[in-house]
């Protein structure tokens, strides 16, 4: 079965139960976020393909479409979008530590970083299919709105992340505590409690040499640890926080900066996607550089590279 579906001038996700205009650039030019905001709003009264409940995507659903195989545009191969800009495009979460600014995705590369809301990028409209029960999408922990300076406002119809809160709620339990690692119960990963068990940066090689070593000494009982790609690192933030980005309940030690992952970038494959935990920000770091940390992680792959 194919993943996208394509309806008319919409294109369904089977894998997340969203619905986009296939027409990538619908609004033809990039706006500041508030513009942004009330554009839906409009497109909302229109009644565009007949529906009345379009959005802007949070940050999850946008990274959801990233590919990290392909670039210019970053979407899987055999996408069937058109008009795509291999630039920015807003997203409706808002960055937590710096509220004056909201996230964004670059479609040529999928790089995730957070701008001034004053800026103009593009947008791309999206909205949940009702009952469709496939989705792998989890919220993502924001439930404040922000107006364009930062300041906290009532979320009532603003189309903010923090009003719509669209996507899988985390479970009430969702990290299993052990004496060495935690088990998350929603993504069946298992993460060393303690995140920085190699206490100093390294460069991407060594990160795997360290694996390695991990694996012949049957570390923590176990000898499948890896380098996690950049979506399981991304799985385990939250949007409501920030200095770490974790969820409020997380019980992990020593928590750094920034993280290398195991996958490449494919605009310089001299280069791999790290997550900046700070913020929760997705860049890209020197391999061989020793710039990074490492947060060994174990567990079935399902959160696989598109």
Same mark, same amino acid.
């Given at each position: ?46 009644? %565009? ?7 802007? &995507?949070?940050?999850?659903? %946008? ?7 392909? #670039? ?17 495009? =807003? ?6 530590? $710096?509220? /004056?600014?909201?996230?964004? #995705?670059? %479609? ?15 947008? =791309?409209?999206?909205?949940?299919? +009702? ?5 792998? @999408? ?29 996507? $899988?709620?985390?479970?009430? /339990?969702?990290?299993?505590?052990? +004496? ?14 303690? !995140?920085?068990?190699?206490?100093? *940066? ?28 950049? #979506? ?11 200095? &770490?980005?974790?969820? /409020?309940?997380?019980?992990? /030690? ?26 929760? !920000? ?8 020793? +710039? ?8 079935? +792959?399902? *959160?696989? @590279?598109?």
């Amino acid at each position: 079965m194919s993943r996208f579906l394509l309806d008319n001038e919409t294109v369904i996700d089977s894998h997340t139960g969203l619905m986009w205009t296939k027409n990538a650039s619908f609004f033809d030019l990039p706006m500041n976020w508030d513009e942004a905001l009330n554009t839906i709003k409009e497109l909302n009264k229109s009644g %565009l393909q007949g529906y009345q409940n379009w959005k802007i &995507p949070n940050r999850k659903e %946008l990274f959801s479409l990233m590919s990290h195989n392909t #670039i210019n545009p970053s979407l899987p191969v055999g996408h069937p979008f058109t008009n795509v800009f291999s630039s920015y495009y =807003w997203t409706s979460s808002t960055c937590a530590r $710096l509220p /004056n600014q909201a996230w964004y #995705i670059h %479609l040529g590369g999928a790089r995730v970083f957070k701008g001034m809301k004053y800026g103009s990028y593009m947008v =791309w409209p999206v909205r949940t299919v +009702e009952n469709h029960n496939k989705s792998n @999408l989890f919220q993502t922990g924001q439930k404040i709105c922000f107006d364009e300076w930062g300041s906290i406002i009532d979320c009532h119809d603003t189309g903010q992340d923090g009003e719509i809160q669209a996507g $899988l709620k985390f479970s009430k /339990n969702r990290f299993t505590k052990h +004496e060495q690692t935690i088990y998350d119960n929603d993504t069946g990963l298992t993460w060393l409690r303690d !995140a920085t068990v190699h206490k100093d *940066m390294m460069n991407w090689n060594t990160a795997f040499d360290l694996i390695s070593k991990m694996n012949s000494e049957i570390a923590y009982g176990h000898n499948d640890w890896r380098v996690p790609n950049i #979506i399981e690192l991304d799985s385990l933030t939250d949007m409501g926080q920030h200095s &770490p980005a974790l969820s /409020n309940d997380h019980s992990f /030690n020593d928590v750094q900066e920034f993280y290398w992952s195991s996958t490449t970038s494919m605009y310089d494959m001299n280069y791999a996607w790290v997550l900046y935990m700070v913020d929760g !920000a997705i860049g890209v770091g020197h391999k061989p550089l020793s +710039e990074f940390y490492l947060w060994p992680v174990r567990g079935k +792959e399902r *959160m696989m @590279l598109r």
